[in-house]
Structures are given as C-alpha cells and as structure tokens.
C-alpha cells in the first residue's frame, strides 16, 4: 500500500493535480496572491505532511518533472528567436539595458547579502533571482545555492515585480513601452511579463524577450564570478 | 510532433556535451537553448519544427517549479532564520533591477532612435 501511494505516478499526480486545483482557483479569484504555482506548492506540502511522506521520497518520485525543465530552457530558444523580431534596430539598447540589470542584480545581492551577513550557499540561492526560474535553478545549484531557496525567492521577485512594477516605472518617469516591458521582463521574469502583457502587445512582446536575454546575462555573468572567485 | 521532441533533445545533448566542455560553469540547457537559437537564426532548423514542442513546454512550465518550491519543506529552518534579509533583498534588488533596465533601456533608445513613431 506504501508503495502505491510514494509511487512515481501518485507523486506526479500530486504535483500536476495540485497545479491544476491552482489554475481553477486562479481562473475564480484573479488575484495575484493564487498564483496556480503558489496553491500547487501548499497542497503538495499540505498532502505530503498529512500522508507522512519525507521530501527525498517526494523528489525521487517527481524526478521526470525535474528532467523536463531541461528542455524547457531549450524550447526557450525558440521563443527568443520568434521575439527577436521586435528587436531590429534596437540591439545597442535592448542588450545594454539587459546587462546593466543583469550587474544591478547580482551586485545588488552581494552588497545586500554582505550587509546582512549571509553566508554564500544564500547569496548563491539569491544571486539568480532575476532570471525565469528553469534557469534561475541551475545557476542556484552550480553556484552551490539550494534550489528550493532560490525557487520562493524567484517566484517572490516575479510578485514584486508585478504587483508595484507598473507603479514604480511610473514614478520613475520611464513611460516608453519598450523600456517598461524590457524593466518587467528582466526584473521579473514570467510573472512580470504577464502583467506587462496588461499594458500592451509592444511591452509584453519586448518582455517576453527580456526572458531570455536575462537568463543569458546571468548565467555568463555567474560563470564570470565563478571564475574569478574559484 | 516527433521531429520537435527529436530536435529539442537533440539540442539539449549538444548543450549539454558543450556544458560539461567547458567544465560545467554554463548550464547544459542554457547552451542548448542558445545553439536552438543560432541554429534558427541561421536557417538551419526551421521554425515551424520546432514551434508546437517549444510552445508545449514554456506556456505550462509554472508546473514544473513545483517540486523545488516544496523543498521549502526541507529548509524551513534556513528561511525562518533569515527571512528579513531574503525579503529585503527581494523587493529591493528587484526595484533596482526594474528601474536601472527600465532608465538605461529609455535613455539608449531616445538617444540612438530619435526619429522613431513609437518613441
């Protein structure tokens, strides 16, 4: 009875039946705060407390979903391709402004992390918060950060980003689309691009590509420091 | 639909053999991800092969993120502990990620195209 209930199919039924209950509640309430991803992950904790299952167990059992972020990154690839189109003319600008962000970030989290006394397995976990999470992932776990840290913590960079984003770029004076959806895309990755998508087809079109141009930026720049500092 | 999958993996392998190339400081799927990239840009893949796989995967991946984000589980102790920081530096870098991307990208484009219907 054990067996079935850790078994690879339950475990997966878990995670995409929790996913599921989470779209409908999303679909219901609209609001932010249900994000399908954020009710998945507090009924597959809430099950696996109440069945007594241990998180090694867990993991083993959801191992093809873990496999399958691979070539979701590799299906990104495409995605940047079909985007690139809005990019003509822009290159100096789109790559620029994604780089500046891309060092804001990382910078960002060293001087913070450093200021409150972190130690390097957080800052690792924090360091690629801005990018989509199946790249965010790796780069937590190459860089010696905990997937698990880093997976909260992207997905709470992506609620920031959307829910004041619009406001901040507001008050900020940066009114031109493509400036605000390359900032919303690259800040906060999908999330981010969702709302900017709100805003208009030309934001949500030039943050859809940010996606990708961030995740590039970051992981070149986390190789960097990884080679300067090991 | 199986000349997509063949592709993706395809690509996946390739990034993957370049990762470990180059002793692994660039993920495997990033590598692939970037050749899938070059490989279109150059006409050498066509786009419509690889387009229903790809928009398979990224318009449902959000299911993926799940079991890492219940590793929370496992590292309660860690988050509890220094759950000020990792807010702080949350909203905050994300701010300043948003706003300097946002003034670089706004500057840069006025200056380089001045004469530009959307600007």
């Excluded at chain 1, 985007?83 to 060293?110: D, K, N, P, Y």
């Excluded at chain 1, 507001?170 to 400036?179: N, Q, R, S």
């Excluded at chain 2, 400081?25 to 692939?32: D, N, Q, Y």
């Excluded at chain 2, 959000?62 to 000020?84: N, S």
Aim: glycine share 12%; with cysteine.
């Amino acid at each position: 009875m054990n067996n079935i209930i850790t078994s690879t199919t339950a475990m997966l039924l878990l995670v995409v039946g929790s996913y599921f209950i989470g779209t409908l509640l999303y679909r219901k309430l609209r609001s932010a705060w249900v994000h399908p991803v954020a009710v998945g992950m507090v009924l597959v904790i809430a099950t696996l407390l109440l069945l007594d299952i241990d998180y090694e167990t867990f993991r083993q059992g959801t191992a093809f979903l873990d496999f399958l972020l691979g070539p979701t990154v590799v299906a990104l690839g495409y995605l940047l391709y079909e985007q690139m189109a809005h990019l003509r003319g822009r290159e100096t600008a789109i790559f620029a402004a994604t780089l500046v962000g891309g060092i804001v970030g990382i910078a960002g989290v060293w001087g913070m992390g450093l200021l409150f006394g972190l130690d390097e397995t957080l800052i690792a976990s924090l360091q690629p918060k801005s990018a989509t999470m199946p790249i965010a992932l790796p780069l937590s776990e190459q860089s010696g950060g905990l997937q698990s840290v880093t997976a909260i913590v992207v997905f709470f960079t992506g609620l920031t980003g959307s829910l004041v984003g619009p406001w901040v770029l507001d008050k900020c004076g940066i009114t031109h689309p493509i400036a605000r959806g390359l900032a919303l895309g690259s800040a906060s990755h999908g999330i981010g691009t969702s709302r900017a998508i709100e805003l208009g087809a030309l934001e949500g079109a030039v943050s859809g590509l940010a996606i990708g141009l961030t995740g590039v930026t970051l992981s070149l720049l986390i190789a960097l420091i990884e080679w300067v500092i090991g | 639909m199986i000349k997509g999958i063949s592709l993706i993996l395809l690509f996946y392998f390739l990034g993957s053999l370049i990762s470990h190339l180059i002793g692994g400081f660039i993920p495997g799927s990033v590598c692939g991800m970037l050749l899938l990239f070059i490989a279109l840009g150059m006409k050498i893949v066509n786009p419509e092969s690889v387009r229903n796989v790809s928009l398979a995967l990224t318009r449902n991946m959000a299911v993926l993120f799940i079991p890492a984000g219940v590793g929370i589980m496992a590292h309660y102790g860690l988050i509890a502990e220094h759950w000020i920081a990792i807010v702080a530096i949350t909203v905050v870098v994300t701010l300043l990620v948003l706003v300097s991307v946002g003034a670089t990208a706004q500057y840069l484009n006025k200056r380089f195209n001045n004469n530009d219907s959307d600007n």
